[in-house]
């Protein structure tokens, strides 16, 4: 059964243009956006959310996320946002002066 696309996808690539942005972005080692990308170039072809989530490996509303950040900021919508790792707890001052106690 094939179901609805909850949100519709506005077409700012080609299929040669996804091609060159996947490129770019494995050259990159930017492997989030790699798969970003393969999701939305799935869509594009004509698979539905459903599918293209499973075909990389991410659920229905992940995919969900990120059409609409594609439609909102095309591949620059789609670049992951996280800084990597946890806000620090200390400020600067606080663990410049936890250093100079610890020494």
Do not use: Y
């Amino acid at each position: 059964m094939k179901t609805t696309r909850r949100t519709e996808m506005v077409e700012h690539l080609s299929e040669t243009q996804f091609d060159d942005a996947i490129n770019e972005a494995q050259k990159a080692d930017e492997t989030h956006l790699v798969r970003r990308l393969c999701f939305i170039k799935n869509v594009s072809l004509g698979d539905t959310d459903k599918m293209a989530a499973r075909r990389v490996g991410v659920s229905q509303p992940t995919g969900g996320r990120w059409l609409n950040a594609s439609n909102e900021g095309r591949v620059d919508g789609l670049r992951p946002s996280f800084a990597g790792r946890p806000p620090a707890k200390l400020s600067s001052e606080e663990f410049d002066e936890l250093a100079l106690v610890n020494r």
